[in-house]
């Protein structure tokens, strides 16, 4: 793509930009929908419904990932690889918000630092694949692609993409939200009640001595500070929580892009930060195009392929104006290459003094299928690569600023190893993603209590 590199003011819409302006660019992993009358109806509709989140959220989000990107706050991105709408009910998406709730308590208590959670969720309906059909007995149908657009049964009438499965995206994601909201808001967040968030098994967990032990030691500063202070910590009381999706189907995202009033600029209002994946960052392809000109903040996946001078490129063309917070790079290198390539992607970033927020995903670049021919990843890769990463970063006078991992709050037996002790022979016990493997409760809380180490602000 021929973007312009010339610098833009913040805000500002990028001249020859505009919601649509992708389309004639080529756009990967898109689903070809049988009826294109259906889908002009669908994306109308969606035009007109109202937005998921407002500019106030965003922008506030973009303040917080732009302390991060100084190195005062920190990323914890974290949920399902993919959605369900079977999973929009109210104990799985209690389950979500609690162990996002837990590991960020921990790492502010361990990192001393403010954490922002974006959650994988209230849209993350729509996934690449590495492959456009599938085959069964004979039979080859279009792959499943995420429940917005077809579904995973394998039946022609399931995997034809179906344009009303959007309206139920944004259906779902508008429900889930309001969960959030209403849960966060009625005090489930509150520091002074943490047993809101106890999962069933948290008992059963290696982590949970270490866990309860510091949920009291917070609940003992709490109470000392506000018999100190004569006044109840309110502020505490309030927690944010911001969502993200892969934005990949385009149409859909274009729809949700909207200008609100008193400000500058598209908003793209189905989600606070949508992210490019690793499949659909081609420099003249439709992703980038469309992302250029969104004001939201936004994230790129980068993997073991992407050069120095196209990490450069991306951020040139996708935050001209260098605004800190606007461009965050989920870097997921895997644990046996982050040691060759990250340090020259650091080093050239640097040396052009681009603002960038450096967020480690530990777990696409460390997928592998075991010998019975089931995609897992392990524990031990998982760490290293975080571990790695912290270095490296810090070495190029950088530094880690968040982490995005597939979790779930419940004990599945996706992912290996961990102290729980995962074995190959547990993953057939309770597997239960679609597609990527997520790490379990006690791996996520093993993951966040080994973080302090790597971040931690001296003091
Ligand atoms: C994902 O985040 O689920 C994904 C597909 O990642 P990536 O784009 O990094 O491969
Ligand atoms: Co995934």
Request: net charge neutral; with cysteine.
């Amino acid at each position: 793509m021929k973007t312009s590199l010339a610098t833009t003011a913040t805000g500002e819409t990028p001249a020859s930009w505009s919601p649509e302006s992708w389309q004639p660019r080529p756009a990967a992993q898109q689903p070809v929908y049988p009826d294109p009358v259906l889908v002009r109806g669908v994306l109308a509709k969606l035009g007109r419904l109202p937005p998921l989140v407002t500019s106030w959220e965003i922008e506030n989000l973009k303040q917080q990932l732009a302390a991060a990107t100084r190195g005062e706050w920190f990323l914890l991105q974290g949920g399902d690889c993919s959605e369900s709408f079977d999973d929009c009910e109210s104990d799985a998406i209690a389950s979500k918000l609690k162990i996002l709730l837990q590991m960020s308590l921990v790492l502010v208590q361990g990192a001393r630092k403010r954490v922002i959670r974006i959650g994988r969720f209230a849209g993350q309906y729509a996934k690449p694949r590495s492959a456009d059909t599938e085959t069964k007995g004979g039979l080859t149908l279009p792959c499943y692609r995420g429940d917005m657009i077809n579904q995973s049964g394998f039946s022609a009438a399931e995997r034809t993409p179906d344009p009303s499965l959007m309206l139920r995206a944004y259906e779902r994601s508008g429900l889930t939200i309001n969960f959030i909201r209403a849960l966060i808001e009625g005090g489930f967040a509150d520091l002074h009640h943490p047993e809101n968030w106890n999962l069933g098994f948290v008992g059963n967990s290696p982590h949970a001595a270490e866990y309860t032990q510091l949920v009291h030691s917070i609940g003992e500063s709490l109470r000392f500070m506000e018999t100190l202070t004569g006044c109840v910590l309110a502020d505490i009381n309030r927690v944010d929580f911001f969502t993200s999706h892969e934005g990949l189907h385009l149409p859909y995202e274009q729809a949700q892009t909207r200008r609100v009033p008193r400000r500058e600029g598209w908003y793209n209002l189905s989600t606070h930060f949508p992210w490019i994946g690793e499949r659909t960052r081609a420099m003249d392809g439709a992703h980038i195009e469309y992302f250029r000109g969104i004001v939201n903040p936004i994230g790129v996946k980068i993997g073991p392929s992407v050069t120095p001078d196209e990490a450069l490129e991306l951020s040139l063309a996708l935050n001209p104006a260098n605004e800190p917070g606007r461009l965050t790079f989920i870097h997921r290198l895997g644990a046996a290459k982050v040691e060759s390539r990250l340090p020259a992607l650091v080093d050239a970033i640097q040396r052009h003094g681009r603002q960038i927020l450096w967020c480690c995903d530990p777990m696409h670049g460390n997928t592998e299928t075991t010998a019975d021919g089931i995609k897992t990843r392990r524990f031990e890769n998982i760490r290293r690569e975080l571990e790695l990463s912290a270095r490296i970063l810090a070495d190029c006078g950088g530094h880690l600023g968040g982490v995005h991992f597939e979790l779930t709050g419940d004990n599945v037996t996706e992912c290996v190893g961990g102290a729980a002790g995962v074995t190959e022979a547990d993953l057939k016990r309770d597997y239960r993603s679609q597609l990527d493997p997520r790490l379990n409760y006690d791996q996520a809380m093993e993951l966040a209590l080994f973080l302090p180490s790597l971040i931690r602000r001296p003091g």
